[in-house]
């Protein structure tokens, strides 16, 4: 049994992130959205495009309103009027001004917005009763950025904000990471499907739901195996499928030592190397890591050949082995093994920056005591709230144990009581790792 962050760093450290080159695809860029950029973005456009007006007013040449009040105004000629969207015909000579409005070109002449709130109009003339900074409300060409520079990099994920800088630079399409795929397999003879009729001592996969869920909202795309019986034929088949079809699999139940648990063994007899074992962690203990491929493992292929009709398809070089997790079958110790394991594992994968990789721990007060046995970091499902600018962690209400998955709905924080400690009063600091808020 090893520490919980021992556990992470290992996972961590096995995990190779994706290849821009071999791991990417080209997409329409509404077609990336969620997605991770691949390459770093450059845009040929300077942003402004051009010297544009930040306000509706008068363009107008400094020299001509430097010394200009409401006491001795200035009277300009206006000799266009400059709207969106049009460019100006005519270059502003001394006297001269041009009706301008917000985002629009500014013309040749002119070096300053007088705004409108500063002026009065009467026909084709504009008296200035202030006398505006130099170069006032002017947004220069290339001022927020200049082509050519990096506008987005590597490694970002696409959300409505990134959205609209591509757009803007017309960047109509976008080299992002391929979405890692993720085979889902539970296992277990007493579990049914959703649409089955219960039949006493059976039990609803739900696992498969809640894991696909995570799958996917993490950018994932999830590969839903079903059910496999506990039968050592019928697992072994099933996973070596599995890791044929997924960069990451995903197997809940048949980890801890029950006589039909045998994932252990039938993925030592498929050539994994097994990492990981049983982690000091309440829920979850018994969490299998394993990798196929990559430089750690050799032979697999072959035993493939041997088991399954399918050939062995590489889904990457034999420098990114296959990661394999075991997940906990019950629900609860799925969810959290997921959370704090899985997921970072996918986050590295994804091609986030390091920074995004581990979950997010906030500190927060408990607003009850909190217990645990000292033997294993635990974590207590509940809600964190933001009271008054600082955060309380409200414990979920009913059982916590973890036969129980009933008090996870509406889960955002994760409590986490240190090994050692047995318990926390109500109103103490601790740590939460948050649940649900996208990173990266
Ligand atoms: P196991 O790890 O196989 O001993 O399973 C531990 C507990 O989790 C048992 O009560 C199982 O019935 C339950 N369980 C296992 N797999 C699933 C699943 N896919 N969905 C819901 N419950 C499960
Ligand atoms: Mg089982």
């Known amino acids: 049994m090893i520490p919980v962050e021992q556990a992470e760093t290992i996972i961590l450290g096995l995990v190779h992130p994706f290849d821009a080159d071999r791991d990417s695809e080209v997409l329409e860029l509404l077609d990336a959205s969620n997605r991770v950029l691949a390459s770093t973005v450059t845009s040929a456009l300077d942003f402004p495009h051009w010297d544009n007006s930040a306000m509706d007013g008068y363009a107008v040449r400094y020299v001509d309103v430097q010394a200009c009040s409401a006491e001795s105004p200035v009277r300009l000629e206006v000799v266009e009027t400059i709207p969106a969207g049009y460019k100006p015909q005519h270059t502003i000579e001394a006297g001269q001004a041009a009706r301008i409005l917000t985002g629009s070109v500014m013309p040749q002449g002119a070096d300053t917005i007088v705004i409108q709130e500063d002026t009065q109009r009467t026909g084709d003339v504009v008296t200035v009763l202030a006398a505006p900074k130099p170069q006032a409300f002017v947004r220069r060409q290339a001022a927020f950025y200049q082509a050519g520079a990096p ?48 039949q006493p001592g059976e039990i609803v996969d739900s696992n498969q739901y809640a894991l696909a869920s995570l799958v996917a909202q993490a950018g994932a795309m999830p590969l839903r195996l079903g059910v496999v019986r506990d039968d050592p034929e019928a697992l072994k088949a099933a996973i070596a499928s599995a890791i044929d079809q997924a960069d990451i699999v995903l197997s809940s139940g048949g980890v801890s030592v029950g006589d039909y648990d045998y994932v252990e063994d039938i993925l030592t007899a498929l050539g994994g190397n097994i990492h990981i074992r049983a982690v000091a962690v309440k829920p979850g203990k018994p969490l299998t890591v394993a990798t196929f491929g990559g430089e750690a493992a050799e032979g697999r292929s072959q035993l493939n050949a041997q088991t399954l009709p399918i ?19 019950n629900p609860v110790s799925a969810l959290v093994t997921f ?47 933001l009271v008054d600018g600082l955060y309380e962690f409200a414990l979920a209400g009913g059982s916590h144990s973890s036969g129980n998955l009933i008090n996870l709905a509406g889960t955002s924080g994760l409590a986490v009581v240190p090994m050692g400690q047995t318990h926390i009063d109500s109103g103490e600091s601790i740590r939460v790792m948050q649940i649900g808020s996208p990173k990266g």
């Open 339 to 385: 959370w704090r394991f899985v997921e970072p594992a996918l986050r590295k994968l994804s091609g986030l920056p390091e920074a995004a990789w581990k979950p997010t721990f906030v500190r927060a007060k408990t607003q009850v005591d909190l217990r645990s046995d000292g033997k294993r970091e635990s974590y207590l499902w509940g809600q964190l709230h």
């Open 311 to 329: 050939s062995y398809s590489p889904l990457s070089t034999p420098h990114s082995p296959k990661l394999y997790f075991g997940l906990p079958g």
């Open 151 to 198: 506008l987005l990099p590597a490694g970002l994920r696409l959300q409505a904000p990134e959205m609209a800088v591509l757009a803007a630079a017309q960047c109509a399409q976008v080299t992002v990471y391929r979405r890692p795929r993720v085979a889902i397999l539970s296992t277990g003879d007493e579990l049914v499907s959703i649409n089955q009729p219960l």
